[in-house]
Structure formats: C-alpha cells, structure tokens
C-alpha cells in the first residue's frame, strides 16, 4: 500500500503530522507493506527566490496581526510540536521559497533518501538556529541525508532540475482537491486532511488496508493545517495522557 504526503517544508503542521503519522505507521500491523512517498505544495509560490526574513514578521503582516500575537500563535503551535517530542524554536526560523527545497527532496528521492532529507531539513528547520533557504546549509543537509556534495549542488545551481516534479505534485494536490497541508491520500483511494492524533492515522491505514471507506474524522481538537494562503489552524490545547 502507498501513502502519499503532501507537504511542505514551511508548514509547522507538517512537521507535527509526520512525525504522528510515523507514530500511527508503527501501531499498524502491515507497516512493512507500506511505502510512503512525500510530495510537493508550496505554501507561499509567489514569495520572491533569495527573499528571506523572519517567519514572526511574514505572519504578522499576512495575517494582519500584531508581532506579540503571531509570537504567541507560534507557541501554540510549538506546545503542539513538544508535544510529540519534536525540537521548536519559536521566533527562530526565517520564512522564503521553497521551490529549491522540494527540487533537492525530488533528488532524494531520486536516491532513495527523500524521508532521511526531509526529516533533517525540518529539524533544521524549526528547532535549529540555521536558515533553510542558504543553498550552503541545504548542501550540507543534503550530504547528512546521504546525498552526493556535487551533485546536490549541481541540482541546486540549475533551476530546471526537478523543476517539473515539482510542478506534477503540485497539479496533482490541485486535482486530488487539496487546499492544505498536510494532505494523506492512501492507496489513491482516501484522504486524510492534517495532522491528526497517531491513532487516527492507524485507523486509517487499517480501514485502507481491509478496502473500507475511511471514516470522516475531525473535531477533537488536535488536527491543524496550513492552507494555501499560508495561514495555520491552530487547534485548541491539548494534554495527552
């Protein structure tokens, strides 16, 4: 079975959902049947390339908010984050394109080292006091996740490389009716929006797996989203038990 993960590197919520759907994945029987592919969808297309600043002062102008009130939206989300034992610097990261980003996890993929590369450039990404968008960091990144120093560079350098499979995942993500991000589809069969509790994910694979409608799932206040105007629910706080 195949699982498809629409995301992107900017998202809080992506970084939240995969590390829960890797939870959920670990509780499923047939985990060992299942290959997980992660796809593209930019939250921001049309922010300008080498256009980088921090993400508190892109949020409070997009969203019309105060600083003091995009810094607390951002510790809401990161109580979330901790929650599953995920590193989250709040006010840290810088927010630009992430074109150049998805062409180096399209590579990755390529090399059969898309789930190590996208896992150390979120963790980079939002725990670390480093800038994703410096083609430098993103060349190092890319040789921790196992990649060729040259030939990461050489696909950064040309802005044609992946450009395509960029764009396919994005017009898929269009057609499948995804307007956020994360988005789950199972087996091209079903869909998941968020990032939902792990037990909502083991259930989902669990009804894919047996070929039964998933069952709509929603309002228990821990699945969030970024749409694609970049804005990010926020759910209300939670404790788990």
């Known amino acids: 079975m195949r699982v498809e993960i629409w995301s992107d590197i900017a998202c809080p919520w992506c970084y939240i959902g995969k590390a829960r759907f890797e939870k959920g994945l670990e509780s499923f029987a047939h985990r060992t049947d299942v290959e997980v592919v992660h796809r593209s969808f930019e939250l921001d297309p049309g922010h300008a390339k080498g256009e980088v600043g921090p993400v508190i002062d ?27 034992g995920l590193g989250y610097l709040v006010g840290a990261r ?32 939002f725990a670390e006091e480093r800038s994703v968008y410096d083609t ?15 030939e990461a560079r050489e696909v950064l350098a040309d802005e044609g490389a992946y450009a395509d499979d960029v764009r396919a995942d994005e017009r898929e993500a269009a057609e499948l009716g995804a307007t956020g991000v994360p988005f789950f589809v199972l087996d091209r069969r079903y869909g998941v929006s968020g990032g939902q509790p792990a037990e909502v994910f083991t259930q989902a694979l669990e009804q894919a797996w047996q070929g039964r409608a998933i069952t ?6 821990e699945a969030g989203a970024c749409d694609a105007d970049g804005a990010c629910e926020i759910p209300q706080a939670h404790t788990h038990s």
Do not use: C, W
């Not at 892109?58 to 901790?82: C, F, I, N, W, Y």
């Not at 709509?216 to 206040?221: L, N, Q």
């Open 58 to 84: 892109m949020l409070a102008a997009k969203l019309g908010r105060s600083r003091q009130e995009a810094l607390a939206m951002e510790e809401r989300v990161a109580s979330h984050a901790r929650s599953e």
């Open 94 to 125: 810088d927010h630009g394109n992430s074109f150049d980003i998805h062409r180096l996890l399209h590579l990755a993929k390529a090399r059969g080292r898309q789930g190590e590369l996208l896992s150390i450039v979120y963790r980079v990404n």
């Open 216 to 221: 709509p799932v929603g309002g228990d206040g």
């Open 136 to 150: 430098r960091t993103l060349v190092d990144l890319a040789v921790e996740a196992g990649l060729d120093e040259a």
